[in-house]
């Protein structure tokens, strides 16, 4: 049997997505070397993508899929769930975005970026999960870009203009907002409370 037919056999369940060790597994009696040098073919014939020191993935995988992947507890939020609810127009392209405790980091490869935003601890939660992916909520997702764009961060989308706000629950909005520091939710206040 082929490696690329094995990968196949594996990607239902785990999404196209490879540590090294389940390539270890994967491709059976073979030494640390062997396996190295399979995957490097792999590579070299397109067939998995490296996206980062020891992970891989099929040209076929999702962002999504790979994000959870790198860390598992993060939850995809800002731009990326705001298109998801169908909030914003723009679907930002080859571009996840997600949020985590701990260190921010982004990760590129050819198939787009990955970003992991930091945030604290007390603010982690607003997200359902499907398919062992996190999703913020629109409101949680809402407000997660606006603590992003007055922290300093931008966005390919305008705040004011190309977020459609209505039908957002803003009783959750002001039950989620009572966790973050007043400075933060007088800004929002001034700025983007609906009118």
């Not at 601890?121 to 607003?126: A, E, R, V, Y």
């Amino acid at each position: 049997m082929s490696d690329a037919v094995q990968l196949q056999k594996w990607t239902p369940e785990l999404a196209g997505v490879f540590t090294l060790g389940d390539l270890r597994v994967l491709f059976g009696d073979v030494t640390t070397a062997g396996v190295y040098k399979k995957v490097e073919r792999l590579v070299q014939r397109g067939e998995l993508v490296k996206v980062m020191r020891g992970l891989y993935a099929l040209p076929t995988a999702s962002l999504l899929d790979i994000s959870h992947r790198i860390e598992p507890s993060a939850y995809i939020s800002t731009g990326t769930a705001l298109s998801r609810a169908l909030k914003i127009g723009s679907i930002p392209a080859r571009r996840v975005q997600a949020v985590k405790v701990g260190v921010p980091r982004v990760y590129s490869c050819s198939l787009g970026t990955i970003e992991h935003l930091s945030i604290a601890p007390h603010l982690f939660f607003g997200f359902t999960e499907k398919n062992g992916i996190r999703m913020a909520t629109p409101e949680k997702a809402w407000l997660d870009t606006c603590y992003y764009a007055y922290k300093g961060r931008r966005f390919s989308f305008d705040l004011d203009t190309d977020v459609n706000r209505k039908g957002l629950n803003q009783k959750r909005i002001t039950r989620y907002l009572a966790a973050y520091d007043a400075r933060f939710r007088q800004a929002y206040q001034r700025l983007w409370r609906a009118t």
